[in-house]
């Protein structure tokens, strides 16, 4: 029952949040809403959070600067993409495929070293974690626009 009020302020919380998604100030609430809903379903013991947060915060700063990259670097010069030649293309694409590859070697290690830290089955409760709150931001979202 307990679980049950924390998870229904969550959803609360959660589709408040979604009004103020499109300013920094929203973003900012999303963002802690995440951190509540990780937090609860890890359950870190407060030396598992001492060591995890960090990890994990810059592991999120390194992604968002990688997203910041595509969109500024790849995504931006898609608009042109009709006047592109078969060889910009080809190089934007060589740049695209790097770019998904720093990706995914920075999220395999950021796995590997969460499993280090806090143990492969909270490693993997963190994927599920992660997963569901998109999902809820996602049906919020959709909710919203109906």
Known sequence: ??????????????????????????????????????????????EEAAVFWPVYNEHEANLEALRQEERNEIRGRLRNFQNMSDAQIQNLMGEFLALQQERNDRNIAFLKRMTELISARKTFLLIKAEDDFKKRLLQQIQKRRQ
């Open 1 to 46: 029952m307990k679980n049950i009020n924390k998870l229904l302020v969550l959803t609360f919380l959660l589709i408040g949040s979604i009004t103020f998604a499109q300013t920094g100030a929203g973003m900012d609430k999303i963002k802690s809403l995440k951190i509540a809903f990780i937090t609860e379903r890890l359950n870190l013991s407060s």
